[in-house]
């Protein structure tokens, strides 16, 4: 069983920076793929970013390439994004979620992750 807690978000002003932090219970964590989500007022939740269990490849939503870094570090149990150039149409309540080895080869699809944090919401003003 794996617990996920998110922090970091907040309101900013576009072209700004947040960092959003997701902090994981379990002794398994390293083993786990972890993805960022987002979902907005009256919309599906969205990929945002992925990263496989060793940090060693990452994959991106096309609206945030260039902006957004996802990264991993196993020795803190916590996943991290970095979102830069911040837009208002990144708006949304941002969700961390976990994915079991061995399972789907699939990143992007929200299904295919088993444990799911609570959100944090983030809002960019213009």
């Known amino acids: 069983q794996v617990q996920l807690v998110e922090s970091g978000g907040g309101l900013v002003q576009a072209g700004g920076s947040l960092r959003l932090s997701c902090a994981a219970s379990g002794r398994t964590f390293s083993s786990y793929a972890m993805g960022w989500f987002r979902q907005a007022p009256g919309k599906e939740r969205e990929f945002v970013a992925a990263i496989t269990w060793d940090g060693g490849i990452t994959y991106y939503g096309d609206s945030v390439k260039g902006r957004f870094t996802i990264s991993k570090d196993n020795a803190k149990n916590t996943v991290y994004l970095q979102m830069s150039n911040l837009k208002p149409e990144d708006t949304a309540v941002y969700f961390c979620?976990?994915?079991?080895?061995?399972?789907?080869?699939?990143?992007?699809?929200?299904?295919?992750?088993?444990?799911w944090g609570q959100g944090t919401q983030v809002a960019v003003s213009s």
């Open positions: 979620a976990a994915k079991r080895p061995f399972g789907s080869k699939s990143f992007t699809n929200r299904y295919d992750y088993d444990y």
